[in-house]
């Protein structure tokens, strides 16, 4: 069971990797899961971009990608974070940077917790979800 930080192409962002670490444990554990392997890959738009392409067939931009392999009550995955399309986004919905990177770091998880936001009613359980858990690290 581990939790790996990864930057490709970019500096590492300015985050507390333990800090991250517990809490992604605790939102994890609020759902009934455990964590297995969860990497994360903090990436410009060009990495996101091409990952986009190549595994998921869609292009354009998006701030991240879940790559799923969980199994059982034990989640597991490759989290890919655009930080340019995470401070563009920040500006844009007049958010803080530091907000808007968490709120993307836990959307991964949730997503591996079985969450979901594409289907009808979805993204307003996926933003309650994302609320919540940022209150936990937040404050």
Request: with cysteine.
């Amino acid at each position: 069971m581990a939790i790996n930080y990864f930057n490709e192409g970019i500096d590492m962002p300015q985050i507390s990797k333990s800090k991250i670490t517990s809490w992604v444990k605790e939102v994890a554990a609020s759902y009934g899961k455990r964590c297995g392997e969860i990497s994360y890959i903090f990436c410009d738009d060009e990495k996101i971009l091409e990952v986009n392409r190549q595994f998921l067939e869609h292009d354009y931009y998006t701030d991240i990608i879940t790559f799923d392999y969980s199994a059982g009550s034990t989640i597991s995955g490759d989290l890919f974070i655009s930080l340019d399309t995470v401070r563009t986004n920040a500006e844009q919905f007049s958010q803080a940077y530091e907000r808007e990177l968490h709120r993307v770091i836990i959307h991964g998880i949730l997503h591996l917790c079985g969450i979901n936001d594409k289907g009808e009613g979805e993204r307003e359980i996926m933003e309650a979800a994302e609320d919540k858990a940022l209150s936990l690290i937040l404050g």
